[in-house]
């Protein structure tokens, strides 16, 4: 008898746990609905803005055959401007959803950070005016380790960072980029620019999705909102750590990440995933 109540107690008591894991678990999917129900409703704000502008633009340019040619040409640009930022958001939208599901194959490789520096370094300025970028300097010693890291994706997360160090300082400012030991496994890479700073409170939220801090801004400045969201995924994939610091308004900004350094060339295994 004291066997078989011993044995309903063990039973109860998996019983109750599981349905107290029912009750996390339920919890947990609560939680994601609201949150995918908050992306959509963001995500669904964002595009549609630049879509209302757009129509806006199409119907007086239809409606209105004899629209001064001034007038016209600033139409057809901001039609054509918000068109790019739909397509912009949409891309981000795209590149952060594939990292946050894991849905992304990851080819790691021992990489110099040098070379990778230099290749965001000439995209940004193919992508760019340079007359109108500030002076940028890059301070990578040359016998710094190299680092176990997909390539591409780390000129992604550099070139992100350079873009917007470049986007918040004025021309006549300055950004460097320099990399330098973390201890003695991690390599840190530290983008600092002369810019327009972030205040202390915001050097997390800015990693948040679709935050930028003033929202006419992103009609100046372009960009999605998304950029350091994606960067942040990419880091933490690769096994590092990226943050933001600012001595506030006007003081301009460090954007900090780090990456393992490469180990030994022959027990460097590939395509594994890095440890977190
Ligand atoms: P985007 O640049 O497309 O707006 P990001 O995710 O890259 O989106 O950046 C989010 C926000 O963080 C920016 O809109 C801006 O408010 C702030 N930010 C990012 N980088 C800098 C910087 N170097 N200096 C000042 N503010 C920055």
């Known amino acids: 008898l004291v066997e078989a109540i011993a044995t309903q107690l063990g039973v109860a008591l998996i019983q109750a746990e599981s349905y107290a894991n029912l009750e996390d678990l339920n919890e947990q999917l609560e939680a994601l609905e609201r949150t995918r129900s908050n992306l959509i409703a963001i995500t669904g704000h964002e595009l ?3 879509l209302s502008t757009i129509q806006v633009c199409l119907e007086s340019l239809a409606n209105e055959p004899d629209m001064m040619p001034e007038l016209r ?11 790019e930022r739909m397509r912009n958001l949409i891309q981000d939208f795209i590149t952060l959803s594939r990292l946050e599901s894991g849905r992304v194959e990851w080819h790691f490789e021992s990489i110099s950070i040098d070379e990778c520096v230099d290749l965001a370094l000439s995209s940004i300025r193919t992508r760019q005016n340079t007359e109108t970028l500030p002076r940028i300097r890059a ?3 040359l016998e710094l380790p190299p680092v176990r890291a997909d390539g591409e994706w780390l000129v992604e997360v550099l070139s992100k960072l350079l873009d917007n160090a470049c986007k ?3 021309p006549e400012g300055e950004v460097i980029i320099e990399a330098k030991p973390n201890g003695g496994k991690m390599l840190e890479v530290t983008v600092t620019d002369t810019g327009r700073g972030i ?10 999705r679709f935050y930028q801090e003033e929202g ?3 009609r100046t400045a372009g960009g999605t909102g998304l950029g350091l969201a994606i960067c942040r995924q990419i880091v933490l994939s690769l096994g590092g750590q990226i943050w933001a610091e600012s001595a506030g308004r006007n003081q301009g900004s460090q954007f900090h990440f780090t990456l ?11 395509d594994l995933p890095p440890n977190p």
């Open 48 to 50: 549609r803005t630049p």
């Open 139 to 141: 301070q990578v010693p």
């Open 73 to 83: 040409q600033v139409m057809l640009n901001t039609a054509l401007s918000d068109a």
């Open 199 to 208: 205040e202390p409170n915001r050097l997390e939220a800015v990693f948040d």
């Open 216 to 218: 006419a801004l992103r």
């Open 260 to 270: 393992p350094i490469a180990q030994d060339p022959e027990s460097e295994q590939p």
């Open 168 to 170: 918040f300082t004025e």
